[in-house]
């Protein structure tokens, strides 16, 4: 039974796989604030403009 439990890789392959997901939901949420903020100043250079 130790012999097998050693064996054993499904538990780190899952391990893996969440620490990708994560690191990839950090990268999705980094492009977003950019974009956001990008979005932002955009928006108030426009209506800086309108109102002139």
């Known amino acids: 039974m130790l012999r097998k439990f050693l064996r054993d ?3 780190a392959t899952a391990i893996e796989y969440s620490l990708i997901a994560g690191f990839i939901a950090l ?4 492009a977003v ?3 956001g903020e990008r ?3 955009l928006l108030e250079s426009l209506l ?3 109102t002139r």
Do not use: G
């Open 9 to 11: 890789d499904s538990a």
């Open 39 to 41: 979005l932002l100043a």
């Open 27 to 30: 990268a999705i949420i980094a």
């Open 33 to 35: 604030e950019m974009t």
């Open 48 to 50: 800086d403009a309108l």
